[in-house]
């Protein structure tokens, strides 16, 4: 349990450096310029009754902070994988 609790900790400290790098990535950006990212979503805005672009940039924000804590807990989980297959 303690080192479950490590790990959501140590993701929880990662999501806002990883969204930033998600967010700055060039190619986010050019898909959200040709359209096709705004078409993605469009399916979860219908979904959340989003209403302009307040609506749609806080489901897209909220989106991209839970994809970026999940990608830092798959990273934290396979750091400490590797932490503990090196020190048995």
């Given amino acids: 349990m303690k080192r479950a609790t490590i790990c959501g900790a140590a993701a929880l400290v990662l999501t806002?450096?990883?969204y930033l790098g998600?967010?700055?990535n060039g190619?986010?950006?050019e898909w959200f310029l040709d359209g096709r990212?705004?078409?993605a979503f469009e399916p979860l805005f219908r979904f959340c009754n989003a209403i302009?672009?307040?609506g749609d940039?806080?489901?897209l924000i909220a989106t991209m902070l839970f994809i970026s804590f999940l990608i830092?807990?798959?990273l934290v989980a396979i750091a400490s994988i590797a932490v503990r297959r090196r020190s048995a």
Avoid: E, M
Wanted: avoid cysteine; hydrophobic fraction near 50%; glycine fraction near 14%.
């Fill in 16 to 18: 806002f450096p990883v």
């Fill in 22 to 24: 998600i967010a700055r």
């Fill in 27 to 29: 190619r986010v950006n």
């Fill in 37 to 39: 990212g705004w078409a």
């Fill in 52 to 54: 302009g672009i307040t």
């Fill in 57 to 59: 940039g806080n489901i």
């Fill in 72 to 74: 830092a807990l798959t």
